[in-house]
């Protein structure tokens, strides 16, 4: 079975802050995980992922993250934070069901940055 | 730019009635997904199709069916409307996990 776990439901920071967004992960193999967006009226976007190679990837939009085996986590961070970066963010872990490949979403971290 | 095309935007529609959401994607992937949105934005995925075969039926109720002509098609059919349906259905192709998303469906059931 896999799983994506996002703690925050909401996250309200300031403009200029750093921001960081949880995500945690339980699957049995090695974990191809990934970040999406999904800003107010609109559809989800893809902003980076991880595959294997170096434990921090770059995305869109100045995000990155960080993966994390020890404690099964991949972060999403920016600095510094942008009113425009206040959307719902999703993260998603990608596993095999029959070999094929299963999507799995997280709840989602609505985030709000202040002017 | 938008490879994965989803008719209609928006319907609304009475109880009992049945509605067919259409998707199609240019994107070349073999896989296809539709996913529920509801009020809270949580994102749950329903069907899962490979190249028109079902993978993945997550525990949807059966008056929600899929239906897929070619691995660029997926389509949906809900044959009885409830007022729990009412969400955005989103529908969404994929090749190594990189998803890509249609505008989405938003129905109404009243």
């Known amino acids: 079975a896999q799983s994506v776990d996002q703690p925050d439901a909401h996250v309200t920071l300031s403009e200029g802050a750093s921001l960081e967004l949880r995500c945690s992960y339980s699957?049995?193999?090695?974990?191809?995980l990934f970040w999406y967006v999904q800003y107010p009226g609109q559809s989800l976007q893809f902003l980076l992922k991880?595959?294997?190679?170096?434990?921090v990837v770059k995305g869109t939009k100045g995000f990155e993250a960080e993966f994390r085996k020890s404690n099964s986590s991949f972060n999403l961070k920016k600095s510094p934070a942008h009113w425009s970066d206040s959307a719902k963010y999703f993260c998603?872990?990608?596993?095999?069901?029959?070999?094929?490949?299963?999507?799995?979403f997280g709840a989602g971290t609505k985030l709000t940055i202040k002017p | 730019e938008t490879a994965v095309f989803q008719t209609p935007n928006y319907h609304v529609t009475q109880v009992g009635n049945e509605v067919s959401f259409n998707c199609k994607q240019t994107l070349g992937h073999d896989t296809m997904y539709w996913y529920k949105q509801d009020s809270k934005k949580l994102l749950k995925i329903m069907f899962s199709?490979?190249?028109?075969?079902?993978?993945v039926n997550e525990t949807v109720p059966r008056r929600f069916s899929p239906q897929s002509s070619d691995k660029a098609h997926l389509n949906l059919r809900i044959k009885s409307v409830e007022p729990e349906d009412s969400a955005v259905y989103l529908c969404?192709?994929?090749?190594?996990?990189?998803?890509?998303f249609g505008k989405g469906t938003r129905l109404t059931v009243v």
């Open positions: 969404a192709s994929s090749r190594r996990g990189e998803v890509f």
């Open positions: 699957y049995s193999a090695a974990p191809y």
């Open positions: 199709y490979n190249n028109k075969q079902l993978i």
């Open positions: 998603a872990l990608e596993g095999q069901v029959y070999g094929n490949e299963k999507i799995t």
């Open positions: 991880y595959i294997t190679g170096d434990t």
